[in-house]
């Protein structure tokens, strides 16, 4: 591919928009999508606003922020992951030093903070006072002690319960609430100027998720994938679909096997909807082909994400394409929420 012919390209949830400015000048810098995906992340992360990633992440059910992030470069299909990681600020910075130090692809929990430890990364409090709030009002609105179990265990399920209890009874209503307080992910894909794709996830997880609950974010294939040859893609929200349905990789695979981006994606949204799950909650999908076209879609209506290509100022929104059960797809006006 020309390097000097190929426009750069950035994708990504919403909450993306704060290191947009600074991953677009790499890229128009001729940096590598990589250097770039990394870029915004680790942006997204030093935000204490967000509670969905990084730094003022919400925390899991005992009130520690676990954080799992990724990075995958498409030029040489490599990987690097951290997951269940406590004590660090930016996962995404650990993920590629995975990649690049170590054969392995993705450290867990103690592990990958000794190895962070060990690469230099300073250890700092990630919950903040704000985020440690949300979290106990949510716990005790919904639960109550027991004598029976463990009390932290008893609340999960207790939280569970309720959970599953709205989502039965008013599924629209019980998705929307707990999905904006309980879950999201930054995910951001890059196509540089070689034509050289990348992929970086991270994300605090399910919030009042069980201790060590790992989500689709760090697992390569689920929660991203890139391969020059064909594309890339990124999912959030429910990670345990994207995971059952190896989401991502499925984008790409439908891509390699000869559908164009749209259908690709159309068509692993659609897949979700074969997994039995109790949740049903949403999974949104961030993709690109490896000739620049990008798409979202979601099996949420109003979802929206954000692209920026090298010779536009600003990022701009654009709806995802909601798909129903029965197939039928259609794109409406943004709404504001990824
Ligand atoms: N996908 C993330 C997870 O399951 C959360 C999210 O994107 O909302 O951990």
């Avoid at 990670?239 to 259908?263: C, D, F, H, I, Q």
């Avoid at 600003?314 to 259609?330: H, K, L, Q, W, Y």
């Amino acid at each position: 591919m020309d390097a000097e012919n190929t426009t750069p390209l950035l994708v990504a949830s919403s909450n993306a928009a704060i290191g947009f400015e600074e991953g677009m000048s790499l890229l128009r810098d001729g940096a590598p999508a990589l250097d770039a995906v990394v870029a915004v992340v680790r942006r997204v992360e030093d935000n204490p606003e967000d509670h969905t990633v990084g730094y003022g992440g919400l925390p899991n059910l005992r009130g520690e922020v676990e954080l799992d992030a990724m990075v995958m470069d498409g030029r040489t299909l490599k990987a690097g992951a951290v997951a269940a990681l406590k004590g660090f600020r930016n996962p995404v910075l650990v993920a590629r030093r995975v990649m690049e130090v170590l054969p392995h692809v993705l450290l867990a929990g103690e592990g990958a903070a000794t190895f962070a430890r060990e690469m230099g990364f300073s250890e700092s409090e990630l919950l903040t006072e704000e985020a440690r709030t949300i979290w106990k009002q949510r716990l005790e609105a919904s639960l109550a002690g027991s004598d029976e179990v463990p009390p932290e265990i008893a609340s999960y399920y207790r939280h569970m319960a309720r959970f599953v209890r709205e989502m039965t009874q008013d599924p629209e209503a019980a998705a929307s609430e707990h999905e904006t307080d309980a879950m999201d992910t930054v995910v951001v894909l890059a196509r540089d100027r070689a034509g050289n794709l990348a992929v970086a996830t991270s994300t605090s997880g399910w919030a009042w998720k069980y201790p060590g609950r790992v989500g689709d974010s760090p697992i390569p294939g689920a929660g991203g994938y890139a391969d020059n040859r064909y594309g890339a893609a990124a999912c959030t929200g429910r990670g345990e679909m994207a995971m059952r349905a190896a989401t991502a990789r499925s984008v790409v695979l439908y891509m390699k096997m000869g559908l164009p981006l749209w259908n690709a994606a159309r068509e692993a949204t659609l897949d979700l909807y074969a997994l039995e799950d109790e949740f049903a909650n949403v999974l949104t999908i961030y993709a690109t082909d490896a000739h620049g076209n990008h798409v979202g879609f979601s099996n949420r209506e109003g979802r929206t994400y954000i692209f920026q290509t090298g010779d536009m100022e600003a990022p701009d929104e654009r709806p995802c394409a909601f798909v129903r059960p029965d197939g039928s797809t259609e794109v409406r006006p943004a709404s504001g929420r990824t």
